[in-house]
């Protein structure tokens, strides 16, 4: 059995957005950017601006990932138009833990490709928290390289 992917419905999306809210918030304090407080209502507030149509917001895809009859996971990719190259950026990837450590990664992000490939994308993007040491392993070997670095260091103030 592949993976493919399929259209989420209305009951994964639900699941999904709210998860995907909680996640991000959480990978933001967990990366320093953010602070505790607030951080779901933020995260909310930035997911509301970029799926104003839910479901139905022009040039995002919210895809459910499916192996063996089986919802194993989530995407949702922005497709758009720069500089007249079709352009897609994956703004979430996500395998349930049950199902990780199998391939299906691998096995999803090639039929993201597929996916993209038929919509005439050019490019994939994607951020990933560096502290995220499995998706950064995954995205080499799938051939994404890194376009740019933003660093950090912690100072002991005096005091």
């Known amino acids: ?24 918030a959480a ?29 139905n917001t022009s040039n ?18 922005h497709i758009f138009d720069v500089k007249e190259e079709n352009k897609c950026f994956i703004y979430d990837i996500h395998i349930k833990n049950t199902f990780r450590g199998q391939g299906l990664g691998t096995k999803t992000m090639k039929r993201i490709e597929e996916y993209c490939k038929d919509k005439d994308v050019e490019t994939i993007g994607l951020h990933v928290f560096g502290h995220n040491k499995r998706a950064v392993s995954l995205y080499n070997k799938m051939g994404f390289e890194t376009t740019n670095y933003r660093m950090e260091k912690k100072l002991k103030l005096y005091k």
């Not at 990978?27 to 479901?55: M, Y």
């Not at 995002?60 to 194993?72: M, R």
């Open 1 to 24: 059995m592949s993976v493919y992917l399929e259209n989420m419905n209305q009951q994964t999306f639900k699941a999904f957005y709210e998860e995907s809210i909680i996640e991000y």
């Open 27 to 55: 990978e933001n304090v967990k990366s320093g950017d953010w602070k505790e407080e607030n951080s779901i209502e933020r995260a909310r507030a930035e997911f509301e601006k970029l799926l104003p149509e839910v479901l």
């Open 60 to 77: 995002q895809y919210l895809l459910s990932v499916v192996y063996n009859n089986e919802d194993i996971g989530y995407l949702w990719l």
